[in-house]
């Protein structure tokens, strides 16, 4: 999930700080980032308010 990492990095936010905002575990996030694992509806919500972002910007396709 690029875009995940890319709207975490855009507003200077480390895993650790936005596990605090969005109350998911950084681990969790970090596999998420990395593609390892899909997060839950409930987990995007969280971290879509927490990045301040639609959870359709996440979820985007990237452009080629």
């Known amino acids: 999930m690029d875009r995940l990492r890319e709207a975490r990095r855009v507003q200077g936010l480390t895993l650790r700080e936005l596990s605090g905002m969005?109350?998911?575990?950084?681990?969790?996030?970090?596999?998420?980032?990395?593609g390892e694992r899909?997060?839950?509806?409930?987990a995007l919500l969280d971290l879509?308010?927490?990045?301040?972002?639609?959870v359709s910007e996440i979820l985007a396709a990237e452009k080629r």
């Open 22 to 34: 969005s109350g998911i575990d950084a681990g969790m996030i970090s596999r998420a980032e990395r």
């Open 48 to 54: 879509s308010k927490a990045l301040d972002v639609k």
């Open 38 to 42: 899909w997060p839950s509806l409930a």
